[in-house]
């Protein structure tokens, strides 16, 4: 079983949906990331956070450190959302460097 | 700035060949990663490296090679390669201030997308 989990791993939607992507871990960590791959493959870093919530524009990113879950949510979702949403954690155990999970394939359409 | 920069783009190789994929970054980071992506899979870490002359394997450094011989530069070595290779390849970078434990987002290049027939 991996350590990240992702879910669901492909979400189609329609424009203005409200949307949400789920991250499940079982390790302990130290932070947790959520990161958006283009659909030209490059990838960027939208959220890191240890607790709590974090909102950037129409996204937020929510974290239960005791459910060892993360949610991923975008309102009044846009095609241009269409992206590999990957969620991954840094592991108490190993400083810096991430775990991925698989990615959440999303599609907007208008 | 340019922020973390992978070349080549696009690769072809035939087996047992050799290259080296570049990755330069100008934001001083401390810190450097190379990950290879395989489809339907997660970021695999090959190498990481925390500092100039430093480096480490990840999870799968089977088959690679690395050094990082200045801040900027950590480039990736395949000296035989063979289909398993066959990946998208991205190179990060952070900056880690106040011990090992104080985590930063990752920077990350385009990728290289290599082929190996």
């Known amino acids: 079983k991996n350590e990240v989990e992702q879910s669901p791993q492909n979400l189609t939607a329609q424009e203005g949906e409200f949307i949400t992507i789920n991250c499940s871990y079982s390790v302990g960590i130290s932070a947790l990331h959520w990161l958006q791959q283009h659909p030209g493959g490059g990838i960027v870093s939208l959220f890191m956070?240890?607790?709590g919530k974090k909102k950037h524009g129409r996204l937020i990113a929510t974290i239960n450190i005791q459910e060892k879950h993360s949610s991923l949510h975008i309102t009044a979702s846009h095609p241009r959302d269409s992206a590999v949403y990957i969620c991954?954690?840094?592991?108490?155990?190993?400083?810096?460097?991430?775990?991925f999970g698989e990615g959440t394939q999303l599609t907007v359409n208008p | 700035n340019a922020g973390v920069t992978q070349t080549p783009k696009f690769r072809i190789l035939k087996i047992g060949q050799s290259m080296t994929l570049q990755c330069t970054q100008d934001m001083n980071h401390n810190y450097m990663y190379w990950y290879r992506q395989d489809p339907g899979m997660g970021l695999k870490l090959i190498y990481y490296?925390?500092?100039?002359?430093?480096?480490d394997k990840g999870e799968v450094p089977n088959g690679y090679n690395v050094s990082r011989s200045t801040t900027e530069d950590f480039p990736l070595r395949l000296e035989l390669a063979a289909p398993s290779q066959t990946s998208v390849y991205f190179c990060a970078s952070s900056y880690l201030r106040g011990g090992i434990y104080s985590n930063q987002p990752q920077h990350f290049g385009d990728g290289t997308r290599l082929s190996i027939l």
């Open positions: 956070l240890s607790s």
């Open positions: 490296s925390v500092g100039a002359g430093i480096t």
């Open positions: 991954a954690v840094s592991k108490e155990t190993s400083g810096s460097r991430l775990t």
